[in-house]
């Protein structure tokens, strides 16, 4: 009798040593995994694809020094974003109106203005995917993908569900764009070459590249899903600091892909003249299997962009202290106003992409100064932290580039007077 009791007890206790210490690390895993691919499946939205096509269009293998330097600036600014917010503990606006009362709440509305024009577009984006896949009507398609993106925020565990779902398309996305990339044969020595030492060199690209990776909403987006999973304070620096390169090194790769598989397409000599040179690059690259790849790419990029333009818009319009079913009904709310205007247009207005694409480039250099001031001045805020100078140093550095950016926005606005 003895001998059954103790195996049992005993079997019991080491079940509990596997158990206690594996749920919490498991969780905080995903968390920071499902942060890092939200930040970069935000930046990888359809504008992204159609942009790095015709930047690869234009400037051939030369385009690889951009990409680089963009990923070099990017990292400099989200170092310091994830840092300030990861070990405050508070959201971008919350650090705003602590330092300058007003001043978060004029963040948050630019944010939300900018995000729900841009998920117009990113609905529209998933809409041309289905319509590449099964033939079907873009707005249908458009309705049926943001239904999808609504269940997963109705799902009673809604964190946890964004968490999977931006990590297994992100994950999709790479191998998708990799075989194609590598059917393409680019010629890889050309396009290091010029990663180095390029044969042209064009700062409006790299500005643009930089504005459309860590632009308006997507600055924020993994650093307020980090801090919403509790992943916040000095214990954590290591892991925020780990998280937020990756984050932008996962963009930056999925950009490289898509780029390698483009240059091989164009240094075979294909002249890409369609209206969607995208999914002519892909078919050109590996036949009508290539255009069913971009059909998925597309909707995937898309897809993943409109959830995270919900989730971090609706992050700036509520607080810590709102509860999850609160948070998640107003993140419903705001995917359904973008797909009812979707339906209404077919398109997010020409003027209205103007406007929101020269407010996210006011956002840049508005919010990071906020981030490099409690850096600086307001140690309270980071519980004692000693910020590293170096970094500081690095961040005011990029944050002289956003302010060209902010600068060069204004041209865009000033189109809506023309």
């Known amino acids: 009798m003895v001998s059954n009791v103790v195996p049992a007890v005993f079997r019991a206790k080491i079940a509990g040593k596997k158990k206690k210490p594996r749920g919490p690390r498991k969780a905080r895993r995903n968390a920071l995994l499902g942060a890092m691919f939200l930040m970069a499946t935000s930046a990888v939205g359809p504008g992204f694809i159609v942009q790095t096509t015709t930047f690869t269009v234009q400037l051939g293998a030369a385009f690889a020094f951009a990409i680089l330097v963009s990923i070099l600036v990017d990292i400099a600014v989200q170092l310091n974003v994830w840092r300030v917010i990861g070990v405050s503990g508070k959201r971008a606006q919350e650090l705003a109106n602590t330092v300058l009362p007003g001043a978060g709440w004029f963040l948050a509305a630019l944010i939300f203005l900018g995000g729900l024009v841009f998920n117009v577009g990113n609905i529209a984006g998933t809409g041309l995917g289905t319509n590449v896949l099964f033939g079907v009507d873009p707005k249908i398609g458009g309705v049926l993908s943001a239904v999808v993106a609504i269940a997963i925020f109705l799902s009673k565990r809604a964190g946890l569900a964004l968490d999977k779902i931006v990590v297994l398309l992100g994950a999709v996305m790479i191998a998708l764009i990799a075989y194609v990339a590598f059917v393409s044969q680019p010629p890889l020595g050309l396009a290091l070459k010029n990663a180095v030492i390029p044969d042209q060199i064009d700062f409006l690209i790299i500005t643009t590249l930089i504005g459309g990776t860590i632009g308006g909403y997507i600055t924020y987006a993994g650093a307020h899903r980090m801090i919403d999973a509790g992943i916040t304070g000095r214990a954590n620096v290591q892991a925020i600091t780990r998280s937020s390169v990756l984050g932008i090194i996962i963009t930056g790769v999925i950009r490289v892909l898509l780029f390698l598989a483009i240059l091989g397409v164009v240094a075979g000599g294909v002249a890409l003249t369609s209206d969607n040179m995208p999914a002519e690059a892909f078919q050109a690259a590996a036949g009508e ?93 980071l519980g004692g932290y000693v910020y590293p100078r170096a970094l500081l140093f690095i961040g005011v550095a990029a944050w002289l580039l956003t302010l060209f950016l902010g600068y060069k926005s204004l041209n865009g606005l000033a189109q809506l007077w023309v």
């Open 289 to 381: 299997i290539g255009l069913t790849l971009f059909g998925i790419v597309l909707w995937a990029a898309s897809i993943t962009s409109v959830i995270g333009a919900a989730y971090t818009s609706i992050s700036f319009v509520t607080t810590a202290q709102t509860k999850p079913r609160t948070r998640s009904i107003a993140t419903v709310g705001f995917i359904a106003v973008s797909t009812a205007v979707f339906t209404m247009l077919g398109q997010a207005p020409a003027t209205l992409l103007i406007m929101a694409g020269a407010i996210n480039g006011l956002i840049l250099p508005v919010g990071f100064a906020v981030i490099l001031w409690v850096a600086w001045r307001r140690r309270d805020l």
